[in-house]
């Protein structure tokens, strides 16, 4: 993704689009309920978008100024009300029965500078991957949402 080979740029905004194909082996259930392994041709397009690099900027900033304030008053928080911003808090951890923040005096909470920073270098990218045939697509959004969303396309 940050390398810089292979990029075709369109416009004068900033926008750039790569694209690689390369054939992957997927374990899927038969008929049968049988698993068998199939050889699947898929493609990763990814864009970089220099307004959605703004964006991401944009909302990484307010979750770290949400990750500053449960370093500063971690009581405040639970693990439903401090999602998002626990990626830029180190050491936090969390009651498994209430949900809250376990405040240990051995652990102190501080902001991960180096998460940000791996994030930072991610702002305005967004890849999409999916199978030869259109018939399954992933979408993936760089860089911290790491699970991949379905949706089907039928042509």
Excluded: Q
Excluded at 39 to 47: A, P, Q
Excluded at 105 to 128: N, S, T
């Amino acid at each position: 993704v940050l390398d810089e080979s292979g990029y075709i740029h369109k416009g004068d905004d900033g926008f750039k689009i790569k694209s690689r194909t390369f054939v992957r082996d997927i374990a899927v259930t038969g008929t049968v309920h049988k698993k068998i392994t199939k050889n699947v041709d898929e493609k990763i397009v990814v864009f970089y978008s220099s307004k959605y690099a703004e964006k991401a900027k944009a909302e990484r900033e307010a979750v770290i100024s949400k990750a500053m304030d449960i370093v500063a008053n971690p009581g405040r928080y639970t693990r439903a009300t401090a999602y998002g911003a626990c990626r830029y808090v180190r050491n936090l951890s969390f009651n498994t029965e209430t949900g809250e923040v376990i405040e240990d005096i051995k652990r102190v909470l501080g902001i991960d500078h180096d998460a940000i920073a791996e994030d930072e270098k991610l702002d305005g990218y967004y890849a999409c991957e999916w199978h030869n045939k259109n018939t399954h697509l992933w979408r993936r959004k760089f860089p911290t949402s790491l699970c991949i969303k379905r949706a089907f396309i039928y042509t």
